[in-house]
């Protein structure tokens, strides 16, 4: 059975840095083609893909947010991390983490169940 | 980065009707396109990938058709379940993006 869940905190301040960790099971990190992805969705508004990273360690990133993201991934641990530089109040949002389809095309076949971070002083 | 336009935002129907969920990509993405449905709290859900291929365990009253930049997901015959946010997604060149999502309401 796949899972994925993200944790993190719940209330960042503006510009600090936010780091969320999702943990998956169910398939293995170190699998070919195998990858995860963050998105995240500010309340009542749409869907926004920030980033991906695969087993091979193939990463890409959100051209309007690269300069504030990382993401990178603990096999070990079957752990994907996401960190976002500079917070503001407008990343306040659901962040999800989701698996990239299993043949390594990037459209998300399981999805974590989110996790709200809000962004406030 | 590609730009997906849904329409309508936003409508009203009822169980029973064959609806129809219209995507349009501001440049061709050949068939890499997937359709998810969102309902409130929760994760968006896997519906059709490459544009029409049903994936595992979704009513076969839910299709999807186009190719290039002009894409439609049918629902064939609304089922109180179906009320929700269903959005499109592009996967055929990064930045990976969405549509602004389109909410099916009963009417």
């Known amino acids: 059975q796949v899972t994925l869940k993200e944790s993190g905190p719940v209330l960042v301040k503006p510009t600090e840095t936010l780091t969320l960790t999702c943990t998956v099971s169910?398939?293995?990190?170190?699998?070919?083609?195998?990858?995860v992805s963050w998105i995240r969705q500010p309340p009542g508004k749409a869907l926004e893909w920030l980033a991906h990273?695969?087993?091979?360690?193939?990463?890409s990133y959100s051209t309007s947010l690269k300069s504030r993201l990382t993401i990178s991934k603990d096999t070990s641990k079957s752990q994907v991390v996401l960190t976002m530089t500079n917070m503001d109040p407008v990343d306040t949002a659901t962040y999800y983490c989701?698996?990239?389809?299993?043949?390594?095309?990037?459209?998300?076949?399981?999805w974590g169940q989110g996790t709200l971070v809000t962004v406030s002083s | 980065a590609i730009r997906m336009t849904q329409s309508p935002s936003s409508f009203s129907a009822s169980t029973g009707d064959r609806v129809t969920i219209t995507c349009r990509a501001s440049?061709?993405?050949?068939?890499?396109l997937a359709w998810y449905q969102q309902k409130p709290g929760k994760a968006p859900k896997l519906l059709i990938y490459?544009?029409?291929t049903l994936q595992s365990g979704v009513p076969s009253r839910f299709s999807g058709s186009g190719s290039g930049t002009d894409f439609t997901l049918t629902i064939s015959c609304l089922q109180s379940e179906d009320f929700a946010t269903y959005y499109c997604q592009q996967y055929y060149s990064y930045p990976i993006t969405f549509g602004q999502g389109t909410r099916l309401e009963i009417k």
């Open positions: 169910g398939f293995s990190l170190s699998n070919a083609r195998m990858g």
């Open positions: 990273i695969f087993s091979n360690d193939e990463k």
């Open positions: 440049q061709g993405i050949s068939s890499y």
């Open positions: 490459a544009a029409s």
């Open positions: 989701a698996r990239i389809a299993i043949t390594g095309t990037p459209y998300f076949d399981y």
